[in-house]
């Protein structure tokens, strides 16, 4: 099994978890998350002899996509969103400022569209996109066959906020029970923030989704 994660930050503002994963043998990479931090990063990826394939954003929030351009002008690769958070790309400066404060430079040129069903690959490994909606109207997950990286739709112990534009709670509920908890549960979880946990865990224990909240008792 070749899949490994090359390196985890916390970066920016918000303290993003940025995760870039990838092939070991070959080490093509996929960034998932830039959220800040890019020197940082690109003397990162530079170090351990990655080639970046891909830049992906689980979600068009500022605080995952503040390093985007400049990893993709200076890399090279492509940078990927759900079409469905053009509109929070769209808000991308503004929330910025309404949010921590800073400036932001335009936002990140998006090469191309990600939907459900889509894969993306970095050598011999594959990262699979579900459309995991709630937190954002195009927040996706990326799955392989170790890990899921669930953006701000699911975390240890938490879900993302839905109080933001685009936002739904009921849709982020049912899209965690429904598209995430049917995957193996050994899978470990990488969210947007936050430490890791895995889907067995969450499905038992999360007091939002899991079984703590009752959403799978016996009915
Ligand atoms: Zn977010
Ligand atoms: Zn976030």
Redesign the pocket.
């Known amino acids: 099994m070749s899949f490994r994660i090359f390196l985890h930050r916390e970066v920016g503002p918000l303290a993003c978890n940025c995760y870039v994963v990838g092939d070991a043998a070959t080490r093509a990479a996929v960034v998932i998350d830039p959220g800040g931090d890019a020197d940082e990063l690109l003397t990162a990826i530079t170090e351990q002899g990655l080639t970046v394939t891909a830049i992906i954003a689980t979600?068009a929030?500022f605080?995952?996509v503040i390093a985007a351009e400049q990893l993709r002008a200076q890399t090279g690769a492509p940078f990927y969103l759900h079409e469905s958070d053009s509109p929070v790309l769209d808000w991308y400066q503004a929330s910025g400022k309404l949010f921590v404060g800073i400036e932001l430079p335009p936002p990140p040129v998006v090469d191309a569209s990600i939907h459900e069903g889509d894969v993306v690959g970095a050598g011999s490994v594959d990262l699979q996109v579900i459309h995991t909606p709630g937190?954002?109207p195009g927040s996706i997950s990326l799955i392989t066959d170790q890990a899921v990286f669930s953006g701000?739709t699911l975390f240890a112990g938490s879900v993302?906020r839905t109080d933001l534009p685009g936002g739904d709670t009921q849709t982020l509920v049912d899209v965690v029970k429904r598209k995430l908890f049917v995957l193996d549960a050994k899978l470990d979880v990488y969210p947007?923030h936050g430490p890791a946990t895995t889907l067995e865990r969450e499905r038992k224990t999360n007091p939002f989704v899991g079984e703590a909240a009752g959403m799978w008792g016996p009915n």
Do not use: V
């Open positions: 979600h929030h605080d995952h937190h954002s701000d993302g947007g």
